[in-house]
């Protein structure tokens, strides 16, 4: 990935990714709330803030700036998504979004929470 896509992710905004990982999900029998608790169990957002976020049009660099907290275990996702080593992406950022990407995918592929939330 070049510079030139790492600012036009930087400058996406959530809000506008949101809506496809639901559909993603859904798509294959899962669930929004199933989702958010991805995304609640990564950034540390609850429900609230979460929603401000989708609100406010924020992009992803703001998105995982101002996270409470990236979970611990974030180093625990591994495998590859779009064609990228997720562990072995050096852009910080992307490597953010590319996580979240790939815990929507499992949730898609049918794998159970508790195996996507790495517990």
Known sequence: MNNANHARVYKMSFASVYPHYIQKAEKKGRTKEEVDEIIYWLTGYDQQTLQQHIDNKTDFETFFARAPQINPNISKITGVICGYRVEEIEDQLIQK??????????????????????K
């Open 97 to 118: 979004v590319r996580y979240l990407d790939k815990l929507i995918d499992e949730l898609a592929k049918g794998k159970p929470m508790d195996k996507i939330l790495r």
